[in-house]
């Protein structure tokens, strides 16, 4: 007899694609295996989940991945634009490691801008794990060790420019990556609670109460999100530290972004209540926590998980845009929002134009974000075609 | 229909109620009130602070009387068209916010209208021919739509014009318009200006609803009326158009519910960054010092506004599907 008959899987429900000894498998899979099996069949998904994972790794080790701290000021290299990376000397000789030359500036007395020469007279190869600045990981171990840069202390390396104070660029977009990716995962914490509690209740319940939470969840959505946030973000005390400030944006956030998973979680749990393994649990006078802990959340985990990584860069791109304005995390905090504040200027952009890295990037972390959610939400009914 | 239509107007009033209080609540919510901050601004200029006037402020605005008080006169000053008063610009709210809040409806109203006239044909040809490399470009520039914040791409317009053609592409009105009275000519010049803004701004929601358009159509395609048709002779043309597509257009319509609060909301720091003579940058630079009369008038129009524009999709829906209107 064939393989198929062994499983006893009818034909059928074999997907085309796979070979006899993958089928086995696949039939025997779990749950959790098959979802897995469709993410992966998402090329783009896996890749921008690569991508996503990276930022978060970045985000955990800023102060290493940044190759300067932030906020150390050079006046003689403010708008230096991004120094550009050689493998071939002024010689035309090659090098396989890349190295950079030093900068001078000087200023021009018609425009009295500062302008900058390369000098080619020494190279300053780059390389990996030098000694520089010095900084307190999570501002707990001491440590002077960076993931690149380069060696001589003399030399600066702007890969992506320096700002109005000769700060560089690249350090601050790095440690601007800790507030901005970590503000979209509170945020989404938080407004998953009040909307699992809040769409579970509506959804399990059904009736009067259901009805009355969907017209408020309509109420929230119908009102503009944006001037709520302006009007709640100015609202708080400019005394504020940056941790409190942080958290209440959060909060802010939060408040405004729940209506979303409450109606997801809503939607789950009534077409979870007509299901026959509800109504045989029922039946079988399993108690009501029970039921829902048991059957309920495990089988509309999945979706809560891709409606949950949805959410993640509509708060990232809230946080910017409150920021941004000047009303979201303020100096000495740094986020992509903050660091934008710099692009308001339209003459410092057209000096610098790489003054908007840090909008790339957050077109990146939200562009990244939506495809992993997508993927994840096709995977999360393996069931279905 | 003309009880459906009443039921929903009748609803408008609740809302609207709602939205009277949280907008109180918010300008309330920072500490001090505006008047001690202006005292205090008044004596820090060296002026002489006149007492009597004070007091008749204090009285007209029920201050140090108890909130539900203050909400009271402000919402009675409101219906009776008194918004109160601007007081970093001296002046009465409504003279200010006159102008900008219908710049802000123009602006809003073509966008909607931009959204709706690009999404459409664009969803019902992704929809019927799919997965050809027309669709896979479509809904490839239709997530990057929906992943780019749209004031960032008013930023790099903005970058863009200035470092290419040396222009600024803010502002509504060409200078020798800015301040003139209304003509013709200055019509015709907002309207030359109307569209950057409008674009930029329609950018998100048109990604959106082609994703939707597509989705619904797609969903009614294989069904059997059409094959149905399809059996009968009918042209492909005035098949798809006559049949699907008004089905599918039923969700296309219901979503202006959130497409015009996006709008408004969207255009807020779009007006900041273009730097527009609308409600947007004025509600940021009263938030910022606490003019609280003028930023609740602003916040409380914007999002009465959208409350309408709810109100007309509702509306538009019921005239759209029987099944709504007989419920």
């Known amino acids: 007899m064939t393989t198929t008959s062994e499983t006893g899987t009818p034909e059928a429900f074999q997907p085309a694609d796979n070979g006899a000894g993958k089928a086995a498998s696949y039939a025997a899979a779990s749950e959790w295996r098959l979802m897995w099996y469709k993410f992966s069949r998402h090329r783009l998904a896996v890749i921008c989940g690569i991508i996503v994972l990276l930022l978060y790794v970045v985000a955990a080790f800023v102060e290493f991945v940044a190759p300067y701290d932030p906020e150390a000021q050079n006046p003689a290299s403010a708008y230096q634009a991004p120094t550009r990376i050689h493998f071939v000397d002024a010689d035309g000789q090659f090098h396989l490691r890349p190295f950079v030359y030093g900068t001078s500036s000087q200023r021009n007395l018609d425009t009295f801008e500062l302008e900058f020469v390369e000098d080619t007279s020494a190279r300053h190869h780059l390389s990996l794990f030098v000694q520089g600045d010095d900084y307190r990981l999570w501002g707990l171990f001491p440590s002077n060790l960076h993931l690149f840069g380069v060696e001589d202390a003399d030399a600066r390396v702007y890969l992506l420019g320096a700002d109005r104070q000769g700060r560089d660029l690249l350090s601050r977009i790095i440690h601007g990556t800790r507030l901005s990716m970590s503000i979209g995962l509170a945020g989404v914490v938080m407004s998953f609670f009040i909307g699992i509690v809040v769409g579970g209740v509506s959804g399990y319940f059904g009736g009067t109460i259901d009805i009355v939470t969907q017209r408020i969840i309509e109420f929230v959505r119908s009102m503009p999100t944006i001037p709520l946030w302006l009007g709640l973000a100015a609202a708080l005390p400019s005394n504020w530290?940056?941790?409190?400030?942080?958290?209440?944006?959060?909060?802010?956030?939060?408040?405004?972004?729940?209506?979303?998973?409450?109606?997801?979680?809503r939607g789950r749990a009534l077409a979870l209540r007509e299901e026959d393994f509800i109504m045989a649990a029922r039946l079988c006078g399993t108690s009501r926590t029970r039921i829902i802990f048991k059957h309920m959340v495990p089988s509309f985990m999945s979706h809560i998980i891709a409606a949950l990584t949805l959410a993640v860069p509509e708060m990232i791109i809230a946080e910017t845009a409150l920021s941004f304005l000047g009303l979201g995390l303020r100096y000495p905090a740094i986020s992509w929002g903050v660091l934008l504040q710099e692009a308001q200027n339209l003459r410092s952009v057209a000096l610098a134009p790489w003054l908007?890295?840090?909008?790339?990037?957050?077109?990146?972390?939200?562009?990244?974000?939506?495809?992993?959610?997508?993927?994840?939400?096709?995977?999360?009914?393996?069931?279905?075609? | 229909m003309a009880g459906y239509v009443l039921q929903r107007l009748l609803l408008v009033i609740p809302t609207v109620f709602v939205i009277s209080i949280i907008t109180f609540v918010i300008i309330q919510l920072p500490p001090g009130d505006f008047l001690t901050s202006y005292i205090a601004t008044l004596e820090s200029g060296g002026q002489v602070v006149d007492q009597a006037q004070i007091d008749a402020l204090r009285a007209q605005y029920g201050l140090g009387e108890p909130v539900y008080v203050q909400y009271w006169k402000w919402v009675v000053g409101v219906l009776s068209g008194d918004f109160g008063h601007s007081f970093q610009w001296k002046r009465p709210v409504v003279d200010l916010i006159g102008e900008r809040m219908a710049l802000t409806i123009a602006l809003s109203v073509a966008s909607l209208l931009l959204v709706w006239a690009i999404s459409l044909p664009i969803g019902i040809y992704s929809a019927v021919r799919q997965y050809s490399p027309g669709d896979y470009f479509f809904t490839f520039i239709s997530f990057v739509g929906l992943g780019v914040p749209?004031?960032?791409?008013?930023l790099v317009l903005m970058w863009w014009a200035y470092s290419q053609f040396g222009m600024s592409v803010g502002g509504l009105f060409s200078p020798q318009y800015a301040d003139a009275p209304w003509s013709l000519a200055k019509v015709l010049d907002f309207l030359s200006h109307l569209w950057i803004p409008a674009a930029v701004l329609a950018i998100g929601g048109i990604a959106g609803l082609i994703r939707i358009m597509r989705a619904n159509l797609l969903d009614e395609l294989p069904k059997l009326y059409v094959t149905t048709a399809?059996?009968?002779?009918?042209?492909?043309?005035?098949?798809?158009?006559?049949?699907?597509?008004?089905?599918?257009?039923?969700?296309?319509?219901?979503?202006?519910?959130?497409?015009?609060?996006?709008?408004v909301s969207g255009s807020i720091i779009v007006s900041v960054v273009l730097n527009l003579p609308t409600t947007g940058p004025m509600l940021l630079t009263a938030l910022q010092s606490q003019d609280m009369y003028l930023a609740g008038a602003i916040l409380l129009m914007l999002s009465i506004l959208t409350v309408i524009g709810t109100l007309i999709s509702d509306v538009l829906l019921a005239w759209l599907d029987p099944r709504i209107r007989f419920n």
């Open chain 1, 356 to 385: 908007l890295a840090p909008g790339a990037m957050v077109v990146i972390a939200v562009l990244a974000l939506n495809f992993l959610g997508d993927g994840l939400r096709d995977a999360a009914d393996p069931y279905r075609r």
């Open chain 2, 230 to 263: 399809r059996a009968k002779g009918m042209g492909e043309t005035s098949l798809v158009l006559k049949y699907p597509v008004r089905v599918a257009l039923n969700p296309f319509v219901s979503t202006i519910g959130w497409t015009l609060p996006g709008l």
């Open chain 1, 241 to 265: 530290s940056v941790m409190q400030v942080y958290f209440a944006i959060t909060v802010i956030l939060s408040l405004i972004g729940w209506t979303g998973l409450a109606q997801v979680v």
């Open chain 2, 150 to 154: 749209n004031f960032l791409f008013a």
